[in-house]
C-alpha cells in the first residue's frame, strides 16, 4: 500500500474505504472484510450515522489501533466551538477510540467563522484526541482563507472528483499549498463501472472500468476511498498497486 504524507508528518494511506451509505450490520460486515483483504484506512463521518458500527467491527476483528488509520467529520450544523466539541465527544465515543487521525469540516459554512470552527479542532489536537485536520468540499477561495485562519497545516481537502469530474484547477492549487486531495465518489457512485472508454483501457491490461477509474486517481497522487458493499467490488478496488496506466493512457482521461 502506499502513503501520502500529510503536512502534520503523519502517513495516510492513498487508499481507504468510504463508508457512506454503509450502515447496520453490511456496515460491520464490510469492515471486518476490509480489513481482513488489508485496508487500513477508513473514512466515516458523524452524518453518516455508522460510527457505532465501525467501532464495533474494529474491536471484534482486534486490529490494533495503531495499524488503522481513522477519518471522521463534523457536519455543518455544528461548526461553533461548543458545537464542535460535542459533536467530536460523540464521535470517538461511538468509535471507542481515544482519537481519530483525521478530522475534516464536513461542509464549509457561511455564517460561522473559519477561525471559531478551526480553533474547536485545534483544542482537540492539543488534547491528543485527533493527529491532522483538514476539510472538505472547500473552493480555492475557501481553502486560502481556511489556510489563513489555521495554526495548524490543513492536510487535505476531500471532495467529490472523477474521471467525469476532474477538478484539475482546484487540485494543482492544492497541491501547490501542500494539500493532497481526497476523492470521495471516486467513481461516481458506480456509474463509472458500465464507462466504455474506462472499459476499452481496462481491457488492454486485463482490469475493469472501475480499475482504470481508481487507478487514474492514484496516480495523480489523490487520496481515494471508494465505498464497497460486496467483498468482491472490496478485492476489485484493492488490486490498484501491480499495474499503471501509461502516460497516454493518462492524457487521454484526463481528457
Not at 476511498?225 to 499503471?244: M, T, V, Y
Amino acid at each position: 500500500m502506499e502513503n501520502i504524507t500529510l503536512a502534520s508528518g503523519h502517513k495516510i494511506p492513498i487508499l481507504g474505504l468510504g463508508t457512506w451509505r454503509l450502515n447496520g450490520h453490511q456496515c460491520e460486515q464490510i469492515v471486518k472484510l476490509a480489513i481482513d483483504l488489508g485496508y487500513t484506512h477508513i473514512d466515516t463521518a458523524w452524518m453518516y450515522k455508522n460510527q457505532r458500527e465501525i467501532g464495533k467491527a474494529l474491536r471484534e476483528i482486534g486490529v490494533e489501533r495503531e495499524e488503522l488509520f481513522i477519518t471522521s467529520k463534523i457536519w455543518h450544523t455544528h461548526l461553533k466551538r461548543d458545537d464542535v466539541l460535542s459533536q467530536f465527544q460523540i464521535c470517538i465515543n461511538d468509535l471507542q477510540m481515544e482519537y481519530v487521525d483525521l478530522l475534516l469540516i464536513h461542509w464549509p459554512s457561511d455564517t460561522v467563522p473559519y477561525e471559531e470552527t478551526i480553533g474547536a479542532f485545534k483544542e482537540i489536537y492539543d488534547d491528543g484526541k485527533v493527529k491532522s485536520i483538514g476539510i472538505s468540499n472547500f473552493s480555492i477561495a475557501q481553502v486560502n482563507e481556511a489556510c489563513e485562519k489555521s495554526e495548524l497545516p490543513i492536510c487535505t481537502n476531500q471532495v467529490e472528483y472523477h474521471v467525469r469530474n476532474n477538478k484539475e484547477a482546484l487540485r494543482k492549487h492544492c497541491v501547490e499549498r501542500n494539500i493532497p486531495i481526497t476523492a470521495h465518489r471516486p467513481l461516481s457512485a458506480g456509474n463509472l463501472s458500465g464507462d466504455k472508454e474506462l472499459h476499452e483501457i481496462g481491457s488492454k491490461h486485463g482490469k475493469t472500468a472501475a480499475q482504470v477509474a481508481l487507478r487514474w486517481l492514484i496516480q495523480k497522487g489523490i487520496i481515494t476511498i471508494p465505498k464497497s458493499g460486496s467483498e468482491a467490488h472490496l478485492r476489485e478496488n484493492f488490486e490498484l498497486f501491480d499495474w499503471q496506466l501509461t502516460d497516454s493512457e493518462m492524457q487521454t482521461l484526463e481528457n
